[in-house]
């Protein structure tokens, strides 16, 4: 029987990555940048009306010109343009269209022309490649190739030169199997999922030994991450893209201190007040909503796109060499709740529940008392236990305590047997009401 080894180097390790070169934010993007408002300008009659005839095309500028919501893009679409109005290329110019699942309304188009495609796949393998991953490793994917644009993700494990295990999405047996018969050093997977694997099986001995996070906000979360590397016996990085602007476009290094930009060279990233749309500069500690704009896109371009993602920025040099801010993300505007004032992820509420692991088992579930974000406290938050855990009498009130100190919100903690919350195979619903 053959026998397989376990690193199949097929590529110099120390060549690949490619290592960005390094750039102010610069030069390169400004120019990029110039040309993609002029092809803009040219070719969409949404820019066109949006940015007016003759925007200052200036990087340091980009302040100036408006915000791009999802829904005034979605107000543009027709049968006769299903795409809307920010289309650029021409249909001939077309090879690939995705869906966004679309939260709210129907899912919206994304089509992409072979450059976009070629641009999403590079930005992508840089992100994956940060983890530390090797070219001639295994690993075993969870994503399905299916409508939504984190399926372009996949050709990025070949381009890194791994070799890719797909089994889709929801099939924990066949994932099970994968790393028993085919030890992968490799997965990537939402963190839930993660979580749910680690949970009702035994992995910490298995041939694994990186997870790959993406899809959801918290696996860069400190307490949370630590539950999963310690189920896992692995080491846990995160990723993360937007659908409307392309997938993996940040990605976690091995320092596991925030995610870089893959996407560098084709994405701008700006920070603003998620209240006001203000601009924030984008230094050490900042927090504010992402703002992507596309620097190189043909299909479909987007300026100053409002991703209702909300992060918190590094700037300090990263002992990898990799240049430019890290991100983590803190959660979703849609999820955010208002409690007296105090804005307040799930997520946010999960990693500190989590640091009471293993006593608690890390699910939670926020059930708000009326409609709407915002909420009178304290805000109702039902807690499970761990697997073993005794209810002392004052975990309820220790946590109580902790999330008031920690996220500034009084919260009224029910604790349940573990096993009660809904576990995800996809992401979790952390909040219902
Ligand atoms: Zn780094």
């Not at 049968?79 to 920010?86: I, K, L, S, T």
Request: charged letters at 25%; a negative charge.
């Amino acid at each position: 029987m053959p026998t397989w080894p376990r690193n199949r180097s097929t590529r110099s390790a120390s060549s690949w990555p490619p290592q960005p070169k390094r750039r102010s934010s610069t030069s390169a993007d400004a120019e990029s940048y110039r040309a993609q408002l002029a092809y803009v300008l040219e070719r969409s009659a949404f820019y066109r009306e949006k940015l007016g005839s003759s925007p200052s095309d200036r990087l340091d500028d980009i302040a100036e010109l408006p915000l791009t919501e999802k829904g005034e893009l979605r107000a543009t679409v027709t049968p006769e343009n299903p795409f809307g109005a920010h289309l650029c290329a021409d249909r001939s110019e077309l090879v690939r269209i995705y869906s966004t699942s679309g939260t709210t309304g129907a899912p919206s188009y994304i089509p992409l022309t072979a450059g976009d495609v070629e641009n999403w796949v590079t930005g992508s393998s840089r992100s994956y490649a940060a983890s530390g991953v090797q070219p001639g490793e295994r690993i075993v994917s969870t994503y399905n190739a299916g409508p939504f644009v984190a399926g372009a993700a996949l050709a990025a494990f070949e381009r890194i030169g791994l070799v890719h295990i797909p089994v889709g999405t929801g099939n924990s047996e066949l994932l099970i199997r994968a790393i028993e018969m085919l030890e992968p050093e490799a997965v990537v997977l939402t963190p839930s999922y993660a979580a749910h694997l680690a949970e009702s099986h035994d992995l910490r001995n298995s041939s694994v030994q990186r997870v790959l996070v993406a899809g959801e906000p918290g696996g860069g979360e400190p307490a949370f991450r630590a539950q999963l590397e310690e189920g896992w016996g692995a080491k846990v990085t995160e990723a993360m893209g937007v659908g409307d602007i392309g997938p993996s476009l940040f990605g976690e290094c091995e320092q596991q201190d925030g995610m870089h930009l893959g996407a560098h060279g084709f994405v701008h990233l700006e920070l603003i007040d998620p209240e006001s749309g203000d601009a924030r500069p984008l230094e050490d500690g900042a927090e504010g909503e992402l703002v992507l704009t596309h620097l190189q896109h043909r299909a479909a371009p987007l300026i100053r796109f409002r991703t209702r993602d909300h992060v918190t920025v590094k700037t300090s040099p990263c002992p990898c060499s990799r240049p430019g801010p890290r991100i983590r993300c803190v959660g979703r505007t849609d999820d955010m709740l208002i409690v007296r004032g105090v804005n307040v992820f799930p997520s946010a509420i999960r990693e500190v529940v989590s640091e009471f692991a293993p006593r608690v088992s890390g699910h939670i579930l926020v059930q708000p008392k009326s409609s709407g974000v915002k909420q009178e406290p304290p805000l109702p938050v039902t807690v499970e236990l761990g697997r073993d855990s005794e209810p002392g009498s004052s975990l309820a009130d220790e946590i109580g305590t902790r999330l008031r100190e920690v996220l500034v919100v009084r919260a009224s903690v029910e604790l349940v047997p573990f096993g009660t919350l809904r576990r995800s195979e996809y992401k979790s619903k952390l909040v219902e009401s």
